[in-house]
């Protein structure tokens, strides 16, 4: 009889993913009673030091195996584990045969968790009081498994957080990442506790486990369509007052992760992290990692499913932040755009610097493109470079109607901005040298700094630092 398959419930997938790596299989099914014993040792270990129990006291609670106040020894603390543990171990093949555990549905669910051992269960009175009944039918394999998620569980701010995926090699790569930290606080006597790289902004923290499971994957993942879910969580005996929220769901699409993954493939990962890096709120205040806690707007509008095109370059200083590889690599992950579109959007906006370069009204022209408030105003000043690619004798037309209609605004007047931007942004990349000589461009530093300036002024809330 298999002990255990993925359940979609992240509790118990997490706990599952740390049994896995911490014997070295490959699959749940290949989970053996031997290795629940070996993992059950590795829990009475650690849920013993004092850094774990704190964290254990808001993962089940104060009135857990090891938290509640009758359990003040270490000797207390083991065999109240032990005596919980023990049964769910011992359980038969015929005892686990039946179907009604709600995490698995291939176990006969045999014990009634509580939010003690396992974090958000209903209770009376509370929000999450789910069927008007008290605890939830687990079977005994997947009780067992929740209570090892705290070994892959990661501190967040004030939460914990689980990782779960549609992609089980996610998981895996985490709970690696993980145990290995275990491993290490055991090998050196020194424990301390949940996993906690002292992350306070979430999105921050998700956009870091993504970049350090990516960083761990070796084979092509563009065609599993895999997405991130980070679950942050509190589970404290008294319900915490608002804002302290109880639970925060986070996702990461799947294009966002196709994307990052294809910029790590890519010469253009040191650009995308420039990219990243300019987009931090400042802040007066001296804030030590300030990554690690300071708000992103790159990372939120992502998260928001809203365009990052305009933090590639600065339409006031005409500067770029990266290659156009990178704007193509966003377009095509991010906002599926189709090669054609694109190449054909390069090209006209190469043509237009040429005539910028060539026509005595270029710079007039540049200016219009940037400063058209419509869609209109844009398109008109556009027919007014078709007239001028003629002037200039070209030898094929700047804009053809498929490209008007096709490519350039597919959608009439929606996302004209976008294309406006594309354009812009393909112009300060190739004009760059042109700029300088005609000392049209300020230089970067000034640049940056005056951004950072304008953001203390704009961005002094309590938004920065959570
Ligand atoms: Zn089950």
Known sequence: MNLFC???????????????????????????????????ELLLNLFLQEQWVKGLNTIFTSNSHVTHA??????????????????LLEISDEDLSGDNCISCGKHKATTLLSRTSLPLIG???????????FGADY????????????????????????????????????????????????S???????????YSNSYNALFHLTNEIILSYEERWKETNTSLRLYLFNNYT???????????????????????????????????????G????????????????LSNTVYQKLMRYESILQNFFSMKNRLTFCK??????????????????????????????????????????????????????????????????????????????????????PEGYKGWTETRDLILFRLYETLHQWFKDENLVTEIEEEIEEESNELINENINSEEVQ
Request: aromatic share 12%; charged share 30%.
């Open 6 to 40: 993925w359940t979609g419930n992240p509790f118990v997938d997490s706990g599952i993913s740390a049994i896995m790596v911490y014997n070295n299989r490959t699959k749940p099914e290949e989970i053996t009673r031997d290795d629940l014993s070996n993992t059950k």
């Open 70 to 87: 009758s359990a003040s020894s270490r000797e207390k603390k083991k065999e109240r584990l032990e005596k919980f543990l023990d049964p």
């Open 123 to 133: 209770y009376e009175n509370s929000n999450y009081f789910s069927h008007f009944s």
């Open 139 to 186: 079977c005994a394999m997947c009780a067992f498994a929740a209570q090892c998620s705290p070994l892959v569980t990661y501190k967040v701010g004030k939460f914990f957080g689980i990782i779960h995926s549609n992609n089980p090699r996610v998981l895996l790569i985490w709970a690696k990442k993980s145990i290995d930290n275990i491993l290490r606080q055991i």
């Open 188 to 198: 050196i006597a020194n424990y301390d506790g949940i996993y906690n790289e002292k």
């Open 238 to 276: 008294q319900p915490p007052k608002p804002p302290d929220n109880v639970v925060e769901i986070h996702d990461l699409p799947a294009s966002v992760f196709r994307f990052l993954l294809e910029v790590k493939a890519s010469s253009e990962f040191s650009d995308w992290q420039f990219v990243v």
């Open 278 to 293: 300019r987009a931090y709120y400042k802040s007066k205040k001296e804030i030590e990692e300030p990554y690690k806690k």
């Open 324 to 409: 156009w590889n990178l704007v193509t690599i966003y377009l095509k992950e991010i906002l599926d755009m189709s090669t054609t579109r694109i190449n054909s959007i390069k090209k006209i906006a190469d043509d237009i610097a040429e005539i910028i370069r060539n026509h005595p009204n270029g710079k007039k022209r540049l200016t219009q493109l940037e400063t058209a408030k419509y869609y209109d105003h844009f398109r008109n000043v556009l027919f007014r470079l078709v007239k001028e690619n003629i002037v200039q004798k070209a030898d094929s037309p700047l804009i053809t109607f498929d490209d008007y209609v096709e490519n350039l605004f």
